[in-house]
């Protein structure tokens, strides 16, 4: 197991440790005070379980080597466990706004409020350094499932800090229409949230190219490495999961060998492995009367 993986994998087991934990806090806090809002919060904690083991899954599956089945790997499993992680985001809020009704329909006292919020926060700060965590890691590594974690659980960080001075306010005034009112406002935070978490996901799905800044560095690294070639054109590039793919046409003399093309190839190839982690690179070589710049054209090698 390469050290990457075995990083990672070992993140996504830790989530699910944490996840629990985080959990039962949270569960703890809502029973020793009744309040809706922690209720809520405890409830998109659920969410985070669920995801977690989603998310260990799908890693272990998108670092499985490419076989006849999928030649070009199984990365985009990543995808799917954060298109699953936004799903139940929205579940979890439509579940929270139910409960929400059924608060205002019979209200119930908030009892021992700042035992129950001091349990709420030691969870919350777990959490926010755990979310730290796993986006800088899933960042570094190129993992989708781990960053949408990251960022979910970083949500729940500032809901969960929303809803604890929202409700040291409705106990200092005694309003105790803030507990469900913060209730909504956490529901509608997480759907936005959720959404957000699906779109990112679909377009990793759909085959989303890299963005204009990696796109000019791949660009630039072609370049310094293209010697002996006449032109390079119609490069794409797209991203799935950690891997990052790219093809482009490249266009030499028609009279250079097979061998001497090849070696053109290598050295492009090995430049943009240097610097790019996990890229697949898949160059097309063709004579020189399908070059699309003009003959005697030396300033760019891209057309």
Partial sequence: ????????????????????????????????????????????STVNVIAAFAAFWAIRVSHKPADDDHPFGHHK????????????????????????????????????????????????LINAAWAFTLIRAGRAEKSPALVADGKHIMTDVVTSVGVIIGLVG????GWQILDPLLAVLVALNILWQGWHVIGSSMNGLMDRAVDIHEHVRIRDI??????GAMEVHDLKTRIAGRATFIEFHMVVDADM???????????????????IPSVRVTIHVEPDDEAKL?????????A
Avoid at 170 to 173: D, N
Wanted: proline letters at 4%.
């Fill in 222 to 227: 072609i370049s310094a490495n293209c010697k």
């Fill in 257 to 275: 060998t097979v061998g001497e093309s090849h070696v053109i190839c290598d050295r492009i190839e090995d430049a943009l492995r240097a610097e």
């Fill in 1 to 44: 197991m390469s050290t990457s993986k075995r990083r990672v994998t070992t993140l996504a087991l830790w989530t699910i440790f944490i996840a629990f934990a985080v959990l039962g806090l949270k569960a703890v806090a809502w029973m020793m005070t009744g309040s809706v809002a922690l209720y809520s919060d405890a409830l998109e």
């Fill in 170 to 173: 409705a106990v200092l005034t």
């Fill in 77 to 124: 499993a990543e995808y799917f466990s954060a298109v699953l992680e936004g799903v139940l985001i929205v579940l979890a809020a439509l579940l929270i706004i139910a409960e929400v009704w059924r608060s205002w329909q019979a209200p119930v006292p908030i009892e021992q409020p700042w035992q129950g919020l001091a349990v709420n926060g030691v969870a919350s």
């Fill in 294 to 302: 003009p003959k005697g054209t030396t300033a760019v090698p891209f």
